[in-house]
């Protein structure tokens, strides 16, 4: 795959987790409010058995109320810099940082750890824990952190 592939997959992977670039003239259905679920214990609820009698054809029930609903807060806006980079946490650069080299080959499932430090010109530090890859292989994932880190920040901007 060519750099400019990667380039592109890259960019597109960062705007579809940003929201970014959204185009005027796609239009997004409004969200519809759905009625507010009981929470689960993790147990199936049990229907009562009706073998006791059969129901009897009853009066029909009164219309129903439906019950008082606070409005649904819409979620948090990412916020901007004034040259359009998105403003994110380290955490959530972090992570970005890491499902990015989560998508080379012989990547660890577990033992990475990614540090985001810095401000202006924030950087990335990435350490594994012992046995979790071969030495040969963190060389190569730490010589292609620069990069990446170098193109997420043409995006991103550590918020303080």
Request: hydrophobic content about 40%.
């Amino acid at each position: 795959m060519s750099d400019d592939g990667k380039d592109a997959g890259l960019v597109a992977m960062i705007t579809s987790i940003l929201g970014g670039n959204k185009r005027a003239d796609v239009v997004t259905p409004p969200l519809t409010e759905a009625p507010p679920t009981a929470p689960t214990n993790g147990f199936e609820a049990v229907e009562p058995s009706s073998t006791d009698a059969e129901p009897a054809e009853s009066e029909p029930a009164p219309e129903a109320v439906p019950a008082e609903t606070k409005p649904v807060a819409p979620p948090p806006k990412i916020a901007t810099t004034r040259d359009g980079k998105k403003l994110l946490p380290a955490e959530a650069i972090a992570d970005l940082v890491l499902g990015e080299l989560r998508k080379l080959e012989n990547f660890p499932a577990t033992g990475v750890s990614v540090t985001v430090y810095g401000y202006r010109h924030w950087n990335a530090m990435i350490t594994f824990a012992p046995f979790s890859t071969t030495f040969r292989n963190a060389t190569r994932f730490r010589q292609a952190l620069p990069d990446l880190v170098f193109k997420l920040r043409r995006f991103v901007e550590l918020e303080i």
